[in-house]
């Protein structure tokens, strides 16, 4: 008898690993290595963030909460959505998990079974297909392209759903992209779900809060109130508030849906942090006037980024409307011979050589669903990332 489950070999080891071990290795040796990987801002939790979480500690508020999240929580939960995206849930349609991951793991944990399809547009977010492996379902993979502004098309949709699909699942802004689908586009998409009463929604909204250039955020049950009862709409105060550490995420949909996904996580962690709880009522309920500076900082390294990258030979890096990454394309540079000599066969090569032969650590496009690319986090400071571009620069120009 196998030690190891059956349900484990399902799953791949996360591609992006290789790298980041690769990153560790060189920078315990000593060499001086750029980090472009990581998916969180690199700001602190505002002040008054961090001051709601000491009163919750002074307070001794630390005991147990409900599973899924304590009434004052849900409460702003409801209030935000209200808020930013005209949708009204009750308390009880509302799930709170530690972070947005768990969240996405209990609703596909709840309703996959062996064999139900998940429709995924790629490039995706590297934990989607493998949690859905993970509970059991298929992963149907369904390619975007460059031209198309890395966004899934009704008909591209449309012919992915069969009678097994269970969910798709959107995400916009998008990781790795940063693409973001207009209301416009959105409604294209919640056209074809209309005809297909057996898929279910899960909107990704995490990275709602950083939209660029006056582009106005849309969510799929907001554009279609028609599809609110097969929605899962998720989001998290990781990415808005800079709080990754904290681990709040939540979601709103239907209350039996809610109710199978407390069940789940009754049985697992219980509620998220006490603490944590406290500090997302205050980020929710409280100012939200730094999120404006946030963002002008980060429209202006994307700015730096993509003029950089874009500048250089063989890349061809578009312009993002959210989220804190660029997705370049290196179609040009496949089959050129770095000044070391790897052969930069793929995206992975191109990583895996960048990262050896110049200290700066990316994503390759592999690990995401879509290839010849690489994935680029602006969310570190400029200087870093003028260095960063300087040498993936100096790098594409020494390829023979
Ligand atoms: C698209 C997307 N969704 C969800 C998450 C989960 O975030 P958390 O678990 O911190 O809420 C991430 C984090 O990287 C993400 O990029």
């Known amino acids: 008898m196998a030690f190891l489950s059956d349900r484990l070999a399902r799953v791949k080891p996360s591609p992006t690993v290789a790298v980041t071990t690769l990153a560790q290795q060189l920078k315990a040796a000593g060499r001086d290595v750029i980090g472009l990987g990581a998916g969180e801002p690199d700001f602190d939790t505002p002040e008054h963030i961090r001051q709601a979480a000491v009163r919750a500690i002074d307070e001794g508020r630390t005991k147990y909460t409900a599973p899924d999240g304590m009434p004052e929580l849900k409460e702003a939960v409801c209030a935000k959505f209200r808020r930013d995206n ?29 064999g139900d399809e998940v429709v995924i547009p790629a490039p995706f977010w590297v934990s989607y297909p493998d949690i859905v492996r993970l509970c059991g379902g298929e992963a149907v ?30 995400n916009s802004p998008s990781n790795p992209t940063g693409a973001a689908y207009t209301h416009d586009e959105i409604r294209a998409l919640t056209q074809v779900l209309l005809r297909h009463p057996h898929v279910h929604v899960l909107s990704d909204d995490i990275y709602e809060h950083l939209t660029y250039d006056g582009f106005r955020f849309a969510t799929p049950a907001q554009v279609e109130p028609a599809l609110m009862d097969r929605t899962l709409t998720l989001n998290g105060v990781s990415k808005t508030y ?23 996580q009754s049985q697992s962690t219980t509620n998220p942090s006490t603490i944590s709880q406290w500090a997302a009522v205050e980020a929710l309920n409280g100012k939200q006037d730094f999120l404006e500076e946030n963002r002008a900082i980060f429209v202006r390294r994307r700015d730096l980024v993509v003029s950089a990258l874009d500048a250089i030979p063989g890349i061809d890096c578009p312009v993002p409307q959210g989220a804190f990454y660029v997705y370049p394309s290196i179609a040009g540079l496949i089959g050129r011979r770095s000044a070391a000599g790897t052969l930069i066969a793929d995206d992975e090569a191109f990583a895996r050589a960048l990262l050896e032969e110049t200290g700066v650590a990316v994503v390759f496009g592999a690990a995401f669903g879509l290839s010849p690319c690489f994935r680029v986090s602006y969310a570190t400071s400029d200087d870093t990332l003028t260095e960063a571009c300087a040498r993936i620069r100096r790098f594409c120009s020494g390829l023979s």
């Open 141 to 170: 993979i369904v390619p975007t392209t460059m031209a198309d502004g890395f966004k899934l098309s009704a008909e591209a949709l449309e012919a992915a759903i069969t009678p097994a699909t269970k969910w798709f699942i959107f």
């Open 242 to 264: 800079a709080m990754t550490g904290w681990r709040i995420g939540y979601a709103g949909g239907p209350v039996d849906l809610i109710a199978a996904m407390r069940k789940i």
């Open 86 to 114: 005209d949708l009204v849930y009750t308390p009880e349609q509302i799930s709170v998990g530690t972070g947005g991951k768990q969240v996405l793991f209990n609703a596909l944990l709840a309703t996959l079974n062996p």
